[in-house]
């Protein structure tokens, strides 16, 4: 009795978790990229590994998936976290206002937390704002964003996965009754086109999600949400330092190898393939990053970058919920053999992979249970040297 | 996908003299290997004519005699000029390898070539 | 008011089974975005079917290394402003020493190969990874805290290499520098992988790879104190110490 077959349209980090889990539950996958790992929304992430103290106060359910998924990572996949932690720094009346409720918030969804006096948080951190009045640590960290969906991808590559980069979906083959039964993609680096079957397709493009299910006439929730990201040219602390208040523009300065890097920003756009710099975000990531860190202000920039977060369900902007959400679409639109898997965070990529996972092989009939949380993932060098 | 192009492959060694788009230390590597080169071609030519020396002092005269020929003349020049060069940039690789100036080879390349053509200009005086 | 620059973009192409050339692209540009930023544009609104590789845009990933007017740059973070002015051209070619997949993208699996087998370190200790102006007055005891090595694995160094370019077979900056990185002491399993003739001795000193290296490795300097250790290890042995 051969394998279920599925295919996973999107290399980025729901593709890769995703591709994953399904090896280890016994499917056969086959994972289908327009460009190489990473290349899209992916990639270009923060690199925060969220301790879920951002969200406490007003998205109680997306704090508990990440520090929940945050301790998972932390076990399963070490060789590409700085493991560091956070802290969130008070500079003025309204953060200090905003204290109460995040020290409550965090509580309720059990993100360890520890109040800092100024002294004791400058002592930790010597470079942030001088006039900072309290903090907290929370158990952030940092991570490489290609590193982490290589040591995915690789482990999945070890149980038999499928990787199809620069491969990119042209149309979905449907039966007569419209239900999907595999795609039509061309091959970009040989310039030929293949047709793949499988039982199930899974649409993990994140912000490009609606570009494939309207392959299949119908529509995803999913609204492309862009941010910017400004690299500076030095370290300056050991941990992510973020603003306590309500989550905004530019609170965030993670380090990450030599660098700190500021975001970000969120706005509509209408082309997610490509999101072009804006100069006054810039500007706007400079400010906002020098209260937190004052050196900023005399760093360099050496990289500066968007990319279009997938958010789902109503609303604009930062208050729509960073959950994810899984479609099936037979339940959806009666349109059998085509999962959607969009929204989420990075931290959440392993939580989102176990959810479609799970969908899909109930679909299949398959009763393996999720091995994901306790499986560690193999060296990220392992995509490569795996053979396909 | 093909596997051959733009591989490493043996013949690309020719690539080694030509250094385009290098930089000094680049430079200085193909400097090595064309002074090599040269002075290996000298070692031979001198081999030769030693032999031919060794057949007779009649062939010494003949040799003198072509010893007045300027494009001689210029290659027993460029021959001190190798030896220099070539000699010199050695001494670089050598103290490198033992990890002395080793982060500052740019500049151990530029004062060992103006000591090398300092050299070659006092050479060139007394030659000529 | 943003600076724009006419540019032509000229990008290597190189499909399974045909002729590589190279296809130009008249492109508005702004000076301070980067090279990365141009190719980009050229794949998103001149030429869908360009395939190059790339992901952090911050130089963490190392997806990016290309030739740029033939020198290697990690594209994310070089200003086009760096590499040619107004009215020029902008030539992008892969790396050497690399097999091609297809147009700007190449197969990093015989490097990252050379990588694994000497347990090149992904995140360690800060303190054993030097930065630049730390911060006066960090506390002495900050191994406690790990970070992200130097290495992006970008593969610039062994493009750069002029003896990579001969030979398959010699380990190459990036895997000779990560050995180093480890030390012969620690990790003496090290020593025969390193000390042979396509190891630590090949190298002939052209320090192109550290010229080239984005990220501070300075892979040169690391393959010449590589041989230190490795004589080292060896007069150990030879007084049985070792």
Same mark, same amino acid.
């Given at each position: 009795?051969?394998?279920?077959?599925?295919?996973?349209?999107?290399?980025?980090?729901?593709?890769?978790?995703?591709?994953?889990?399904?090896?280890?539950?016994?499917?056969?996958?086959?994972?289908?990229?327009?460009?190489?790992?990473?290349?899209?929304?992916?990639?270009?992430?923060? +690199?925060?590994?969220?301790?879920?103290?951002?969200?406490?106060?007003?998205?109680?359910?997306?704090?508990?998936?990440?520090?929940?998924?945050?301790?998972?990572?932390?076990?399963?996949? *070490?060789?590409?976290?700085?493991?560091?932690?956070?802290?969130?720094?008070?500079?003025d009346?309204?953060d200090?206002?905003?204290?109460?409720?995040?020290?409550?918030?965090?509580?309720?969804?059990?993100?360890?937390?520890?109040?800092?006096?100024?002294?004791?948080?400058?002592?930790?951190e *010597?470079?942030?704002? *001088?006039?900072?009045? /309290?903090?907290f640590?929370?158990?952030?960290?940092?991570?490489?964003?290609?590193?982490?969906?290589?040591?995915?991808?690789?482990?999945?590559?070890?149980?038999?996965?499928?990787?199809?980069?620069?491969?990119?979906?042209?149309?979905?083959?449907?039966?007569?009754?419209?239900?999907?039964?595999?795609?039509?993609?061309?091959?970009?680096?040989?310039?030929?086109?293949?047709?793949?079957?499988?039982?199930?397709?899974?649409?993990?493009?994140?912000?490009?999600?609606?570009?494939?299910?309207?392959?299949?006439?119908?529509?995803?929730?999913?609204?492309?949400?862009?941010?910017?990201?400004?690299?500076?040219?030095?370290?300056?602390?050991?941990?992510?330092?973020?603003?306590?208040?309500? *989550?905004?523009? +530019?609170?965030?300065?993670?380090?990450?190898r030599?660098?700190?890097v500021?975001?970000?920003?969120?706005?509509?756009a209408?082309?997610?393939?490509?999101?072009?710099v804006?100069?006054?975000?810039?500007?706007?990531?400079?400010?906002?990053?020098?209260?937190?860190?004052?050196?900023?202000?005399?760093?360099?920039?050496?990289?500066?970058?968007?990319?279009?977060?997938?958010? /789902?369900?109503?609303?604009?902007?930062?208050?729509?919920?960073r959950?994810?959400?899984c479609?099936?679409?037979?339940?959806?639109?009666? /349109?059998?053999g085509l999962?959607?898997?969009? +929204?989420?965070k990075?931290?959440?990529?392993?939580?989102?992979?176990?959810?479609?996972?799970d969908? /899909?092989?109930?679909?299949?009939?398959?009763?393996?249970?999720?091995?994901?949380?306790?499986?560690?993932?193999?060296?990220?060098?392992?995509?490569?040297?795996?053979?396909? | 996908?093909?596997?051959?192009?733009?591989?490493?492959?043996?013949?690309?060694?020719?690539?080694?003299?030509?250094?385009?788009?290098?930089?000094?230390?680049?430079?200085?590597?193909?400097?090595?290997?064309?002074?090599?080169?040269?002075?290996?071609?000298?070692l031979?030519?001198?081999?030769?004519?030693?032999?031919?020396?060794?057949?007779?002092?009649?062939?010494?005269?003949?040799?003198?005699? $072509?010893?007045?020929?300027?494009?001689?003349? $210029?290659?027993?020049?460029?021959?001190?000029?190798?030896?220099?060069?070539?000699?010199?940039?050695?001494?670089?690789?050598?103290?490198?390898?033992?990890?002395?100036? =080793?982060?500052?080879?740019?500049q151990?390349?530029?004062?060992?070539?103006?000591?090398?053509i300092?050299?070659?200009?006092?050479?060139? =005086?007394?030659?000529? | 008011?943003?600076? %724009?620059?006419?540019?032509?973009?000229?990008?290597?192409?190189?499909?399974?089974?045909?002729?590589?050339?190279?296809d130009?692209?008249? !492109?508005?540009? &702004?000076?301070?975005?980067?090279?990365?930023?141009?190719?980009?544009?050229?794949?998103?609104?001149?030429?869908? #079917?360009?395939?190059?590789?790339?992901?952090?845009?911050? #130089? %963490?990933c190392?997806?990016?290394?290309?030739?740029? &007017?033939?020198?290697?740059?990690?594209?994310?973070?070089?200003?086009?402003?760096?590499? %040619?002015?107004?009215?020029?051209?902008?030539?992008?070619?892969?790396?050497?020493?690399?097999?091609?997949v297809?147009?700007?993208?190449?197969?990093?699996?015989?490097?990252? @190969?050379?990588?694994?087998?000497?347990?090149? @370190?992904?995140?360690?200790?800060?303190?054993?990874?030097?930065?630049? &102006?730390?911060? #006066?007055?960090?506390?002495?005891?900050?191994?406690?805290?790990?970070?992200?090595?130097d290495?992006?694995?970008?593969?610039?160094? !062994?493009?750069?290499?002029?003896?990579?370019?001969?030979?398959?077979?010699?380990?190459?900056?990036?895997?000779?520098?990560?050995?180093?990185?480890?030390?012969?002491?620690?990790k003496?399993?090290?020593l025969?992988?390193v000390?042979?003739?396509?190891?630590?001795?090949?190298?002939?000193?052209?320090?192109?790879?550290?010229?080239?290296?984005?990220?501070?490795?300075?892979?040169?300097?690391?393959?010449? &104190?590589?041989? %230190?250790?490795?004589?080292?290890?060896?007069? @150990?042995?030879?007084?049985?110490?070792?």
């Amino acid at each position: 009795m051969s394998k279920p077959q599925v295919i996973i349209i999107g290399a980025g980090f729901t593709g890769v978790a995703t591709a994953h889990d399904l090896a280890l539950r016994g499917c056969e996958v086959t994972v289908v990229e327009r460009g190489d790992l990473c290349n899209g929304t992916s990639g270009r992430t923060h +690199g925060l590994l969220h301790s879920g103290g951002r969200y406490a106060v007003k998205d109680k359910e997306s704090a508990v998936e990440c520090i929940d998924e945050n301790m998972i990572l932390r076990k399963i996949v *070490p060789q590409v976290i700085e493991p560091n932690g956070g802290l969130f720094i008070a500079l003025d009346e309204s953060d200090l206002a905003y204290a109460e409720q995040f020290i409550e918030s965090c509580q309720e969804c059990h993100i360890p937390l520890e109040e800092l006096k100024p002294s004791q948080a400058l002592k930790l951190e *010597p470079n942030i704002n *001088p006039n900072v009045l /309290v903090a907290f640590t929370i158990p952030d960290g940092t991570f490489d964003p290609l590193r982490l969906a290589l040591a995915f991808a690789g482990t999945a590559k070890h149980h038999g996965a499928k990787f199809h980069t620069f491969t990119e979906v042209e149309s979905l083959l449907t039966d007569g009754a419209g239900n999907v039964e595999g795609i039509k993609a061309l091959n970009r680096a040989s310039g030929r086109s293949e047709e793949l079957r499988a039982d199930v397709v899974v649409n993990a493009t994140g912000a490009w999600a609606g570009h494939i299910t309207a392959m299949a006439g119908l529509d995803a929730p999913v609204k492309p949400t862009p941010g910017i990201m400004v690299a500076y040219n030095q370290r300056f602390v050991q941990r992510a330092i973020n603003r306590l208040n309500a *989550p905004g523009d +530019g609170d965030i300065v993670l380090p990450q190898r030599r660098m700190a890097v500021v975001g970000t920003t969120s706005f509509d756009a209408e082309n997610v393939d490509y999101i072009p710099v804006v100069d006054d975000q810039i500007k706007l990531m400079l400010e906002r990053g020098s209260e937190l860190i004052p050196g900023i202000r005399s760093a360099k920039p050496r990289g500066i970058y968007m990319a279009a977060r997938p958010l /789902v369900g109503g609303g604009s902007g930062r208050s729509i919920a960073r959950t994810f959400k899984c479609y099936d679409h037979k339940e959806t639109h009666n /349109v059998d053999g085509l999962v959607t898997i969009t +929204g989420g965070k990075a931290t959440t990529l392993r939580a989102m992979a176990e959810k479609t996972a799970d969908v /899909v092989c109930a679909k299949l009939n398959i009763s393996t249970p999720c091995l994901t949380k306790e499986t560690p993932l193999l060296s990220y060098r392992s995509y490569y040297t795996t053979p396909n | 996908m093909d596997q051959t192009r733009n591989q490493p492959s043996a013949r690309k060694f020719l690539s080694w003299f030509i250094p385009v788009g290098r930089q000094v230390g680049g430079w200085a590597f193909a400097l090595s290997r064309v002074t090599a080169i040269g002075l290996t071609f000298y070692l031979f030519l001198h081999l030769y004519v030693l032999r031919l020396l060794a057949l007779g002092p009649g062939h010494y005269d003949e040799f003198l005699k $072509l010893t007045e020929n300027p494009i001689i003349k $210029l290659g027993e020049w460029a021959v001190v000029a190798a030896v220099f060069l070539h000699g010199f940039n050695g001494i670089r690789i050598v103290l490198t390898s033992f990890g002395v100036g =080793v982060t500052r080879q740019k500049q151990l390349f530029y004062g060992f070539m103006i000591a090398a053509i300092l050299v070659i200009l006092i050479f060139t =005086v007394r030659m000529y | 008011m943003v600076e %724009t620059w006419k540019i032509t973009l000229r990008v290597y192409r190189q499909k399974e089974n045909q002729e590589s050339h190279f296809d130009d692209f008249q !492109m508005d540009v &702004n000076p301070d975005e980067y090279v990365l930023d141009a190719v980009e544009r050229a794949w998103a609104f001149h030429d869908r #079917s360009i395939c190059f590789r790339h992901a952090c845009h911050h #130089s %963490t990933c190392g997806a990016c290394g290309m030739r740029v &007017n033939g020198v290697e740059k990690l594209t994310c973070i070089t200003p086009i402003r760096e590499v %040619t002015h107004n009215g020029a051209t902008l030539k992008v070619e892969p790396l050497r020493n690399f097999p091609v997949v297809s147009d700007l993208a190449v197969d990093m699996g015989p490097f990252y @190969r050379k990588m694994e087998a000497v347990g090149a @370190r992904a995140v360690l200790p800060v303190t054993e990874a030097e930065i630049e &102006n730390p911060p #006066s007055k960090w506390d002495p005891d900050d191994s406690q805290y790990i970070r992200l090595s130097d290495c992006l694995e970008c593969g610039l160094c !062994m493009s750069a290499c002029p003896i990579m370019a001969t030979t398959p077979a010699y380990l190459g900056p990036a895997p000779l520098a990560a050995a180093q990185d480890q030390g012969l002491r620690r990790k003496p399993e090290l020593l025969s992988i390193v000390d042979c003739e396509d190891g630590v001795w090949r190298c002939h000193s052209a320090f192109e790879c550290t010229a080239v290296c984005p990220s501070f490795v300075d892979p040169g300097r690391r393959i010449m &104190n590589l041989r %230190t250790q490795v004589v080292d290890m060896k007069l @150990r042995k030879l007084f049985g110490k070792a």
